[in-house]
T-cell receptor, first 114, second 114 residues
């Protein structure tokens, strides 16, 4: 089954404690990205990757890091989380070029930073 | 930069009735995609319908149809014969023709009354 998986699904942590949210896809997609969802703001892109070792900032990259060492994985790293990073996070993947215009979303990760 | 505006934070509809969700967008591009995503309480992002800007014909998917007005930069979603399972948050989204990034509106909560 084609899917994007994220772990963990729920996480409560404290300010400053480094954490990683994993994302994996089994569709051999080149493009992967991270979004955060906040009330009244919709989803906003944090970082994206066009292929292995190729990453770039989205609209709200501050406080986040990513890496793309393998095509299937695209972890999101918060090295020193702060309460304003409390949010719902989605990983998504798709083909390049974008003629196949469906993005596949993961199930979401609810992060709370105390 | 492109922006997407959903001016209705919440909407209600009686079961079996029809409801229309509004979406406007701003872009200087001539080719692009527009989407409506549904997010039920499970938080999963589900693609409802998509529209290619170069197509004049409005997209339809069963009970879901759009009214795409390119000149007015308007993209509304009509849900006919509303069902309890349609209750969800609905997001309007924009994507450039040759890009992968989705730009989302703030979302509209749809409540369905029995």
């Amino acid at each position: 089954e084609a899917q994007v998986t994220q772990n963990p699904r729920y996480l409560i942590t404290v300010t400053g404690k480094k954490l990683t949210v994993t994302c994996s896809q089994n569709m051999n997609h080149e493009y992967m990205s991270w979004y955060r969802q906040d009330p009244g703001l919709g989803l906003r892109q944090i970082y994206y990757s066009m292929n292995v070792e190729v990453t770039d900032k989205g609209d709200v990259p501050e406080g986040y890091k990513v890496s793309r060492k393998e095509k299937r994985n695209f972890p999101l790293i918060l090295e020193s989380p702060s309460p304003n990073q409390t949010s719902l996070y989605f990983c998504a993947s798709s083909w390049l070029p974008s003629q196949e215009d469906t993005q596949y979303f993961g199930p979401g990760t609810r992060l709370t930073v105390l | 930069a492109q922006t997407v505006t959903q001016s209705q934070p919440e909407m209600s509809v009686q079961e079996a009735e029809t409801v229309t969700l509004s979406c406007t967008y701003d872009t200087s591009e001539s080719d692009y995609y527009l989407f409506w995503y549904k997010q039920p309480p499970s938080r999963q992002m589900i693609l409802v319908i998509r529209q290619e800007a170069y197509k004049q014909q409005n997209a339809t998917e069963n009970r879901f149809s759009v009214n795409f007005q390119k000149a007015a930069k308007s993209f509304s979603l009509k849900i006919s014969d509303s069902q309890l399972g349609d209750a969800a948050m609905y997001f309007c989204a924009y994507r450039s023709w040759n890009g992968n990034k989705l730009v989302f509106g703030a979302g509209t909560i749809l409540r369905v009354k029995s």
